[in-house]
């Protein structure tokens, strides 16, 4: 009589992964993110909206959404990225809207930024310049065609 309600075992699951072990773009976007991987090195620009983990080695021009370098991974160049998170090595400057320099983190180069967080342990050697709010609308706005023309024309 009491067996009827009692629930039935089911087969042992996995645990589900906390946002530290997950991907960063699966916590943003649902899609996972582009991935260098170790044994990669990459010579040249990369160009995209989306996200990238650098574990490998890239040199050049990085211009993405987000961007992880872990641990063990090295850029050397530029980064421009709405959010940065480096673990591994960079040297060059930074451009972005938040970065964050883990523990393991070793930078050489100019980081310009709106947040910035460095954790004790991490590295820099460099400038940090906090990005002031009419050059970031600048940057997202661009000229408007009247103060072009108003440019052209003294009058």
């Known amino acids: 009589m009491f067996l009827k309600n009692t629930p039935k075992p089911t087969p042992a699951t996995t645990p589900s992964k906390t946002v530290a072990e997950t991907p960063m773009s699966q916590t943003r976007t649902g899609k996972a993110p582009s991935i260098i991987s170790a044994d990669m090195s990459i010579r040249g620009d990369l160009n995209g ?53 883990t523990p393991t983190a070793r930078v050489q180069g100019d980081i310009h930024h709106d947040v910035l967080a460095i954790e004790a342990g991490a590295q820099l050697e460099g400038q ?14 661009g000229p408007t065609l009247g103060s072009a023309q108003s440019i052209a024309s003294p009058n």
Request: with cysteine; glycine share 16%; proline share 0%.
């Open 49 to 101: 909206g989306g996200d990238l983990q650098i574990e490998g080695k890239v040199f050049g021009k990085i211009d993405v959404g987000h961007l992880v370098v872990a641990e063990g991974g090295s850029v050397e160049g530029e980064i421009i990225a709405k959010a940065v998170r480096i673990s591994g090595q960079m040297v060059g400057s930074i451009q972005a809207g938040s970065v964050t320099l």
């Open 128 to 141: 940090c310049k906090r990005n002031s709010s009419s050059s970031a609308n600048k940057l997202l706005t």
